[in-house]
């Protein structure tokens, strides 16, 4: 089975445009989270949706956005991009619930680069 | 606040040798908790989890770690390094319940010399 899959797999945009970052769960699972991880530093939650809802925001300004669609799949959305968006942008998905002790997978992530 | 902390930024260990990797939490509870393994431009692999019961935990490839509840730890351990051991190393707290995600501690990355 796929594991989780996120496109693109890097990606370089300016100061000011918006991007938009696609992950696809394992099959089954229902609970996407967004993680970003800026070098040299541990992943730091952003989103996680479950069933379609958001379930958590983490301590992001309002530029970030995402949704989780019937199929599961989900989008992350940041806007009036900041050279400090610069960094790897991790989904992970989880089959059950919203629960830590549900086992979260994680895809190779999206490197964004902001000149 | 929950917080984790990994002291050691980036260690050195010849092929063979142990390997013990530092983590300590702080949290108001008891948290679940969790060693995830990063190899260069991919994503985080869990190596092991820790809920309750037993506080030594065995882990995949060879890895294992101890919770100690008096000093807030939950040191990974490996008795014999391979040289595809060297990785990003996280140590990461979640809630025993409700949603709020995990925390990761900033990582110790781990060199292998032959």
């Known amino acids: 089975d796929a594991g989780v899959t996120q496109s693109p797999t890097h990606l370089i945009k300016t100061r000011g445009q918006h991007v938009t970052l696609r992950c696809s769960p394992i099959?089954?699972?229902?609970?996407v989270s967004w993680y970003q991880q800026v070098l040299g530093q541990g992943p730091q939650f952003i989103f996680q949706?479950?069933?379609?809802?958001?379930?958590g925001r983490g301590n992001f300004p309002d530029r970030f956005s995402a949704r989780q669609f019937p199929n599961y799949s989900s989008e992350l959305n940041v806007n009036a991009l900041l050279l400090g968006d610069s960094a790897l942008y991790l989904c992970?998905?989880?089959?059950?619930?919203?629960?830590?002790?549900?086992?979260?997978?994680f895809g190779d992530g999206t490197r964004l680069s902001i000149l | 606040a929950q917080s984790v902390t990994q002291p050691d930024i980036h260690i050195t260990v010849s092929e063979g040798a142990s390997l013990e990797l530092r983590c300590n939490y702080s949290?108001?509870?008891?948290?679940?908790l969790f060693w995830y393994v990063q190899s260069p431009g991919q994503g985080l692999q869990l190596l092991l989890k820790?809920?309750?019961?037993?506080?030594l935990v065995q882990g995949i490839k060879g890895f294992e770690a101890e919770f100690k509840r008096s000093q807030s730890s939950f040191n990974l351990r490996k008795p014999s390094v391979h040289w595809s051991d060297a990785a990003e190393y996280f140590c990461?707290?979640?809630?025993?319940?409700?949603?709020?995600?995990?925390?990761f501690g900033k990582g110790t990355r781990l060199s292998v010399i032959a």
């Open positions: 992970a998905s989880s089959l059950e619930g919203t629960a830590s002790n549900q086992p979260q997978h």
């Open positions: 099959s089954g699972h229902k609970s």
């Open positions: 949706y479950y069933e379609k809802e958001e379930r």
């Open positions: 949290y108001g509870a008891t948290p679940y």
């Open positions: 820790y809920f309750s019961g037993d506080t």
């Open positions: 990461a707290v979640g809630p025993p319940s409700g949603n709020t995600p995990l925390v």
